[in-house]
């Protein structure tokens, strides 16, 4: 690496076209694991855009143009190469009667911070009927339980009398014109309004954010899906559950895995088709090294994981895999992947670990605590960046970020240190 004097003028005198084109680049040849112009940097703001305008989470998340001005200007003040802003609309959720999850302005105070609330929506006893028919289980036990306003959907009888034809879609339709089932299936299209709405959105503030100088993130424009473990722990079983299942019932939660794996694969392929954008995000939530020994991740969590990525690798696809946690005395299972087929965003791993020996075989992103941008001197702030540049940057294939993708608490001050220090450093 080598330093430049004119911090300032890196990017002066451009275009936002040629801007957008220039950082787009910067952030696919690192994806590639090539070597840039220099270190590509993202932020993913979350709840800190509303902060940084002077507003309420709830309103960020309810004013889309009060959102996207506040993300735009964030972008401006900072100029990394890439930028994210919110984390989704509590619309859907508001308009389902969502128990899993809280958002300010639902469940939680405006200035709350989105939260997943965890629940064993599915008891151990149940695994047997989910086995058997885990389509029918979804429809008429599971979304019920989690969705207040679905609970009409216990009153549909068995999916599998759709196979009488005629017949059987008779019973559906007069159980359809009962008020509480009608009810249901007006939920879910008030829910589906909301969820065109919110990507309409989306798509509009991605556009101005293009005109202003920074590109779309590649990396959420595909399909989102979970490990194996993790979708049976994460929405069924809840981690008390599932982690008592290991001991109590290890066949039937191998076989759960097993029932959802093409589940898995499948809905990811047909998005990624429907959004003719090869990307698929996967954040991991029960497999890094705090979680289980390394014998349950061997058996448990690895296999299922490796199988559904390879598919996806296999397909075109390009996993963006969050390693959440720390994973540091699991990273050679994760050498097994193919060189340069996949993106790793790291959260408490070891980063310089991490490209020793992941630094050929995948996009790195990382190398920021959140802690430090809340705490550290200035001082440290640069001395940091400066050891992460010239060791983690090395030879390209990495991308600046913080360690995980909320910025809430970070002084503005020490992002700009920050950012000012990597396109100081991060030239190659």
């Known amino acids: 690496m080598k330093a430049t004097s004119a911090v300032s003028s890196i990017d002066g005198g451009k275009t936002p076209e040629q ?15 090539k070597q840039p112009d220099r270190i590509p940097t993202i932020l993913r ?6 902060d940084l305008a002077g507003i309420t989470r709830q309103e960020m998340y ?10 735009e200007d964030a972008a401006l003040r900072f100029r990394p190469d890439m930028v994210m802003g919110g984390l989704g609309t509590p619309a859907v959720s508001r308009a389902l009667g969502d128990r899993s999850t809280k958002w300010p302005g ?3 105070g405006a200035n709350g911070s989105f939260q997943y609330h965890e629940a064993e929506f599915m008891k151990a006893e149940e695994y047997d009927a989910f086995l058997d028919d885990p389509v029918d289980w979804a429809i008429r036990t599971y979304l019920p339980r989690v969705f207040g306003a679905l609970e009409g959907l216990t009153m549909l009888p068995p999916l599998g009398n759709l196979l009488l034809g005629r017949a059987g879609l008779g019973e559906y ?3 359809i014109a009962n008020p509480q089932v009608a009810s249901a299936f007006q939920a879910l299209s008030s829910a589906a309004q909301a969820q065109v709405e919110f990507i309409g959105n989306t798509m509009a503030s991605m556009q101005r954010l293009a005109e202003a100088g920074f590109p779309p993130a590649p990396f959420f424009s595909g399909a989102t899906l979970l490990a194996p473990f993790d979708f049976i722990g994460d929405t069924l ?3 008390r559950g599932i982690f008592l299942d290991l001991r109590r019932c290890p066949d ?3 076989a759960a895995q097993e029932k959802v794996i093409p589940f898995i694969i499948e809905a990811a392929l047909a998005t990624c088709r429907a959004k003719n954008a090869p990307w698929a995000f996967i954040p991991l939530h029960r497999g890094s090294d705090g979680f289980m020994s390394i014998q349950l991740f061997e058996r448990f969590y690895w296999p299922q994981l490796k199988r559904v990525m390879l598919s996806l690798i296999d397909a075109g696809v390009t996993p963006f895999v969050i390693w959440e946690g720390n994973w540091d005395q699991r990273l050679e299972y994760l050498a097994e992947l193919p060189n340069g087929k996949t993106v790793g965003a790291f959260q408490s791993s070891d980063i310089f670990k991490v490209k020793e020996i992941l630094g050929d075989v995948m996009c790195i992103q990382g190398g920021m605590p959140v802690s430090m941008l809340a705490f550290a001197t200035p001082g440290e702030i640069r001395d940091h960046t400066r050891r992460v540049c010239e060791v983690a940057g090395k030879g390209g294939g990495f991308i600046m970020t913080t360690d995980i993708a909320e910025m809430e608490g970070c002084d503005p001050a020490l992002i700009e240190v920050w950012m000012d220090a990597t396109r100081e450093f991060g030239v190659y």
């Not at 801007?19 to 694991?33: F, H, P, S, V």
């Open 106 to 108: 639902y469940g939680l």
């Open 19 to 33: 801007l957008c084109t220039e950082r787009a680049r910067r952030i696919k040849d690192a994806c590639q694991l």
């Open 173 to 175: 339709l007069a159980l």
């Open 252 to 254: 039937k939660l191998l």
């Open 237 to 239: 079983r809840g981690m």
């Open 62 to 71: 309810e004013n889309p143009a009060a959102e996207q001005k506040a993300t």
């Open 45 to 50: 703001f979350g709840h800190l855009t509303a």
